[in-house]
């Protein structure tokens, strides 16, 4: 079709076979019409507060790294600049995550935290399995220990690498792994005990502190040393800036590796997460692959092969643009507007809070027991009325009785647009206290259910 001789509204009109390959070409303006306006009715992500990934980032940066959108990172020896941006950022988050000074700071740049942790554990089982072998005995069950609190991440490394799931389940408003039964699930074939800093479902840390004491004291008793993996996917760019003297960190000597996502409170569109080693030896060689076909010899050990620069050189602009005095200053204020929100909503009378300490700027509510006519999810509903984007979900086991309606609150967000947003969800359970609520919880797929993608 030759269309430069068409109007663009002719062009808008040209269809779009769903079912087949597209057979010939179309205008660039048609091409682009054609994926615009499918978009259109996805959710803006600006109002998504579901989600903890970045949406808004400085035009300079933008510009960046949309001129860096064709390389590929994976190709160090022919962009051993930016490979040398990842190095210098793994030995700063070392240092932010204070680990030891002597020690040679290891880690990569993932494309997000479900690869940093997939890596982390990885690691664990190998270390494991190594110092079972050497010892001469069975290396044939590993397992990990963690809370029912863990995001899917987990749960996927353990099943897809074969790994027995140890965990610990939540009760109705006990939403954090403690070493409070530690002892059940606990024993020589641990391969690590992972702990969250900041939390997918309530935003609250695990207890570090608890969990590495009864670890000290399972070594006194039985001489098997567990490491811990902290998951800081939300709390490893918070906790440092936030909390300077709290030690959630490599301070704790049984900390052997930490993880976050650059895509979330690192402030950087997706897909960047981070892995970082207590030390070198503790990314088991055995993991690294060296390959000569890109030119130069490059070693990689990640899950991915190719992957886009962009997030890696946007990740290290806002790193140097923001220090820490930017990203405590920013972080305050997303806290401080999260306890605005937080306390707008406790005060509406329809809300009690689940988390109450709030270290990272996630308000996790459920309806007060009195409140009959409407549910969790018939809020999220409703608000979506006016754009906006709220988790509803049930908790883990064994805790599914508790609904939460979770708002993630991130740097874009002041103080009008969260009152603005306070007001949406009291006036949307106004009306739902009127003229009551229909809505039941999403049904999760079982294992027999299939879907197009994987
Ligand atoms: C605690 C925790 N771990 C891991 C992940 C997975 O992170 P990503 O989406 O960066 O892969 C998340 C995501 O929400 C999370 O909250």
Redesign the pocket.
Known sequence: MHGEKLTPYEQFQTEVDVDNFPKGEMTPRAARAYVESHLWTDANPMLNLSS?VTTYMEPEVTELMAMNAHVNYIDHDMYPKSYHLESVMVKWLHELWNGPKDAEPYGTATV????A?MLAGLAHKWNWRQAREKAGKDASRPNMVTGGNV?I?WKKFLRYFDVEPRIVPLQPGKYTLTAEQLDQYVDENTICVVA?A???FTGEDDDFKGIHAWLDEYEKKTGISIPMHI?G??GGFIHPFLYPDYEWDFRMPRVASINA?G??YGLTYPGI?WVVFRERQIFNEGLVFYVNYLGGESPTATLNFSRNAAQIIGQAYQMVRYGREGYTRIMRLTVDNAEHLRNRLVESGYFEIMNETQSIPVVALTLKKGVKKFNEFDVSFKVREKGWVLSAYSMPPDAESVNSLRIVVRPHLNRNSVNDLADDIINACKYLEEHGGTATPPQLHGHKKTAPKC
Request: with cysteine.
């Open positions: 903890f997000g935290s479900s690869e942790c995001q991440v969250i900041g939390q997918t998951d996917a939300s996502s895509h979330k997460g």
